[in-house]
């Protein structure tokens, strides 16, 4: 097995551009540490792509890393695929986005498999919503979601708008493993292969895309009664600027206020430290422009506008973020609510939560008589949930507590620009009902109980830090903690044990103790981080939560 010293030097006497080399020789020259991090090791093309910080070497995400990875997908769909592929290719506002795009485009072009390219950023929402219009094989997201600006990533979607799952995932992954090196990838035509076309995508599906999404209005009266309702919306400079402003427009509000210092898409998000609507700094503009202009709504778009952040009036006219678990619960209640009002829930309807979202989403569907799927962290269950379901039962909605949620069928992702209309929607029905979107989650907890959760995560970068993580889960693998928070230890769940879980393996652990509350515990698959959930229900989970936190984070 080559050393990461042998592997870098492999770069410096390869068929490498120049300046990818001199990067190279710099580091050997200058920084141990940083080479032997670049080329310890691939970058782990995962069963969503890839992600990593951007920069040369094998452990980096450069125009090489994302050839090999397009070789691999190209070479899995050739030996799967009967009949005429194609695969729809978006990227967001990232430095390298749009050239990661085009070498992915030119990759497939040159191995006979058709392209749809969006003509510049997309959302991964509506990348989503092409594959499925153009009944193509496959798409590529080339993004890093709400990660920092070094950052960059891949995701793989397949035929169903929905991001590749077992058994594809991993038979993906196995091709991918089997380029290693960028002499097998096709960045030039193949002799014997004739090039395939590279169709460009863009205001024709805008237009689609709006067009299906103004179809899940629940409360058209109630937008036209208050289409002056004030909303901020930030894109956080990524590519939610393209179109949320016009969907709001076109579902009926007109007074929506812009972050222009916000709007400009710009992979170096000069505004914020991290581009991710969870954190409180990167809504700091957003929140001082709605005081400024004494606005109802806070909207916040991540990137790739698939993770959407909010901010609403408190009783004391305080604008306050919301999490994740907070919004979706008081618009799960709203979406039931209208449906039941309607007269379209029949029992043959579902929604579907992640196992670390609040459990005050199942006891709002269970109260509307509606099932709750229960599946593993990640949008790409939610949409695995609705592949299995199609022609059997309808989705209504579902979500993630970081913040993903999306309803209806026309994307199989979470969708920021469709929970943003529904929020603002949800926003103007509230209204009529004499409530502001703080009240009506106020109500939430009175009807069904406090519900009170938190992440909290603990960063640990590069190889030392990986070891790190994986030390962590295994120590509380062998040795379980007794109590929790006070209360005796009543229940493990190891989602390595697919055998007992009915879920697919994942690297999870769950902690029940005798007074309900939970803790879980998991490495993030994107990010050198593990997270810790926490969550507890009653009118002390305040102070639950925070014996939590003490106990787990040191």
């Known amino acids: 097995m080559k050393t990461y010293k042998e592997i870098a030097q492999s770069w410096l006497d390869g068929n490498f551009d120049a300046e990818t080399k001199a990067e190279v020789k710099h580091l050997m020259e200058t920084d141990e540490t940083a080479l032997e991090d670049a080329f310890y090791r691939n970058l782990e093309f995962g069963t969503g792509g890839l992600r990593g910080t951007m920069g040369v070497g094998t452990n980096r995400m450069n125009k090489y890393t994302v050839g090999m990875a397009t070789q691999g997908l190209a070479n899995y769909i050739k030996a799967h695929v009967e009949g005429a592929a194609s695969v729809c290719i978006s990227h967001d506002s990232r430095n390298n986005s749009r050239l990661f795009a085009e070498i992915s485009a030119e990759v497939l072009s040159n191995n006979g498999i058709k392209v749809f390219l969006f003509e510049d950023l997309r959302p991964t929402p509506e990348l989503s919503y092409s594959i499925r219009i153009k009944k193509a094989t496959a798409g590529i997201m080339v993004t890093a979601s709400h990660n920092p600006k070094e950052y960059n990533g891949y995701k793989v979607f397949w035929s169903d708008g929905g991001q590749i799952t077992a058994p594809v995932d991993k038979d993906i992954v196995a091709e991918v493993g089997k380029i290693e090196d960028p002499a097998q990838v096709a960045f030039q035509p193949l002799p014997g292969i004739k090039k395939a076309p590279i169709e460009i995508m863009g205001a024709a599906e805008d237009e689609l895309y709006l067009k299906d999404q103004l179809s899940l209005m629940l409360s058209p009266e109630a937008v036209k009664k208050h289409s002056d309702l004030k909303i901020v919306y ?17 579902i009926g509000f007109t007074n929506i206020i812009h972050v222009p ?6 992979g170096n998000f000069p505004t914020v430290a991290s581009p991710n609507p969870e954190e409180p700094a990167a809504m700091a503009m957003a929140l001082a422009k709605a005081d400024e202009t004494g606005a109802d709504l806070v909207l916040a778009t991540d990137p790739d506008a698939d993770r959407l952040g909010i901010a609403v009036r408190n009783d004391e006219g305080k604008m306050v973020q919301l999490t994740g678990n907070q919004t979706w619960s008081f618009l799960t209640y709203y979406i039931l609510k209208r449906w039941q009002e309607l007269g379209k829930l029949n029992g043959k309807q579902y929604c579907v939560k992640t196992i670390v979202t609040s459990e005050l989403l199942a006891a709002i569907c269970e109260s509307f008589g509606v099932k709750c799927y229960n599946v593993l962290t990640g949008f790409k269950y939610i949409a695995e949930i609705q592949k299995q379901q199609e022609g059997k039962s309808e989705f209504i909605c579902g979500g993630e507590e970081s913040y993903g949620f999306n309803l209806g069928s026309f994307v199989r992702d979470k969708c920021a620009q469709v929970a943003g209309c529904a929020v603002a929607e ?25 519900y009170v959760e938190k992440m909290v995560y603990i960063v640990r970068k590069g190889k030392s830090g990986a070891e790190e993580i994986q030390k962590i889960m295994a120590d509380y693998r062998a040795c ?36 309900g509350d939970v803790v879980t515990v998991r490495p993030s698959g994107t ?9 507890a229900k009653g009118s002390d989970a305040p102070a639950k939560i925070e014996a939590l936190k003490a106990q787990f984070i040191s």
Not at 261 to 266: A, G, N
Not at 496 to 512: A, R
């Open 234 to 250: 930030t894109p956080l400079h990524g590519c939610g600027v393209r179109l949320m402003p016009e969907a709001l427009k076109r």
């Open 261 to 266: 210092e916000q709007e400009v898409p710009d």
């Open 426 to 450: 949800c926003a103007a029905w509230a209204a009529e009902q004499g409530m502001t979107l703080w009240q009506l989650l106020q109500k939430v907890y009175k009807e069904y109980g406090l």
């Open 480 to 515: 379980p903690p007794k109590e929790i928070a006070g209360s005796p230890l009543v229940k493990v769940i190891d989602y390595n044990k697919p055998e007992e879980t009915g879920l697919p393996k994942s690297n999870v652990l769950q902690f029940y103790n005798a007074a």
């Open 527 to 535: 990010e050198p981080k593990i997270k810790f959930y926490f969550g």
